[in-house]
């Protein structure tokens, strides 16, 4: 289980522990909750048509969650003259009726904090993945080598990152893990998702087009249970002294000026733990337990107390009781990239009427998703990703995307604009 807060810096502190820092009190506004452990196989994407969700591991579910509700914060702003939200206010840039930047941003001060009751899969946990699998006397020598995988031969065997094989391998970036004999995913594990976060922020598109980058759009903490927590192992997969040196290093660049690195934080070992855990010692006694395809999520209500929370139970990255590649919109997600851009189109067309800053949408023409996300206000961030990547090896570019075209849906207002 994955959830993400927000808070303002004066409402909550930290110590300052060698080993990660402990929360102390502070009054937060919880976003989202999140459940999940699967992701789709590579051959899946292109039936994907921006409906069905990659990644349903519980941390990336839950950031999508957090991007979610901030679209439902500015289209609050837009629509109600009278909401002043806690969190978001109009940009300078546009009070003074420059178009440079997007319409709104973070309050100063305001911070965002990711807890997970897991590690983050990939390289962050290997330590941790090792040390249970000697524990429980499971055999821990390397899965197969990639060539091997079925799917594979669509990509790049060459460059084909791993999965959980070759633990000794240490600092790589891996893919989502899996049984040895599943086909594979590139979904990128969760250490490499959220490393990457701390390059680019947490606004993912297309909320980025209409939240301005600033510092507050960085994760402030990742907060873990004490022991779901190797020193080692994140300091390598996330700390500015880890793998991320190295890398940059090679490269005559130094990390520490492009990535705003998040802290760690531990739980005291008698925190309250989360209710649906899987419990030390599960395999044993029930032999018939198996990673679900089941995930929840939770959002909060956007905008005032009264407004409804979201909740939804997606199986194979859709709404349970729809099928999975089915024609039918409504098994999407509210946070699958079809329902995302549509809503966001939806926003740009108030701030444009609005006379504020107009967020970069290619001057509001239909378009493949796939263009529209290159588009030239976000080539920084592209390009940045593609530098941090570049610096731990590199990642296939050549295998099937979610391709699919953006709708422009009749403009709904509440304010008479």
């Not at 994760?219 to 940059?248: D, H, N």
């Not at 395999?283 to 198996?290: A, G, L, P, R």
């Not at 209500?301 to 859709?318: D, F, K, R, Y």
């Amino acid at each position: 289980m994955s959830a993400v807060a927000l808070n303002h810096s004066s409402s909550l502190s930290t110590s300052s522990a060698p080993n990660g820092s402990q929360l102390h009190g502070g009054k937060i506004q919880l976003i989202s909750l999140a459940t999940g452990t699967k992701s789709l196989p590579v051959s899946a994407l292109p039936k994907c048509k921006g409906l069905v969700l990659h990644d349903c591991h519980a941390e990336i579910l839950a950031l999508r969650g957090l991007n979610y509700w901030l679209l439902t914060e500015v289209e609050r702003l837009l629509s109600d003259d009278e909401y002043e939200s806690q969190w978001l206010e109009v940009t300078s840039s546009t009070r003074s009726g420059s178009t440079s930047q997007p319409p709104f941003r973070f309050r100063q001060g305001v911070e965002l904090s990711l807890f997970s009751t897991e590690a983050p899969c990939g390289d962050a946990s290997m330590e941790l993945l090792m040390a249970a699998s000697e524990a429980a006397g499971r055999d821990i020598s390397p899965w197969p080598t990639a060539a091997t995988h079925k799917g594979a031969s669509s990509i790049s065997e060459k460059a084909l990152p791993l999965g959980r094989g070759c633990f000794s391998d240490l600092g790589a970036l891996r893919r989502k893990p899996a049984r040895a004999d599943a086909e594979i995913s590139m979904s990128k594990s969760c250490t490499d998702k959220l490393m990457l976060k701390q390059f680019t922020g947490l606004l993912g598109f297309p909320l980025d087009l209409l939240i301005q980058h600033s510092p507050e759009t960085f994760l402030r903490r990742f907060i873990v249970y004490r022991e779901q927590y190797s020193e080692e192992g994140y300091a390598r997969a996330f700390g500015p002294e880890g793998r991320l040196k190295t890398g940059f290093a090679s490269k005559g660049m130094d990390s520490d000026v492009l990535a705003r690195f998040f802290e760690v934080c531990t739980l005291p070992s008698d925190f309250r733990r989360f209710g649906f855990e899987k419990q030390k010692g599960m395999q044993e006694v029930n032999k018939k337990s198996k990673v679900s395809n089941t995930s929840a999520l939770w959002i909060a209500g956007g905008g005032s107390q009264q407004s409804t929370a979201v909740v939804e139970v997606l199986v194979n990255g859709v709404k349970q009781g729809f099928k999975q590649f089915d024609e039918q919109e409504r098994k999407g997600s509210v946070t699958c990239r079809r329902t995302m851009i549509q809503k966001a189109v939806q926003l740009q067309r108030l701030v444009q009427i609005r006379g504020m800053a107009p967020a970069d949408f290619d001057n509001g023409l239909l378009c493949d998703y796939s263009r529209l996300k290159s588009s030239h206000s976000r080539g920084h961030k592209k390009d940045l990703k593609q530098l941090v990547l570049a610096s731990l090896g590199g990642w296939p570019k050549e295998y099937p995307k979610d391709e699919f075209e953006i709708d422009r849906p009749p403009l709904q207002c509440s304010n008479g604009s």
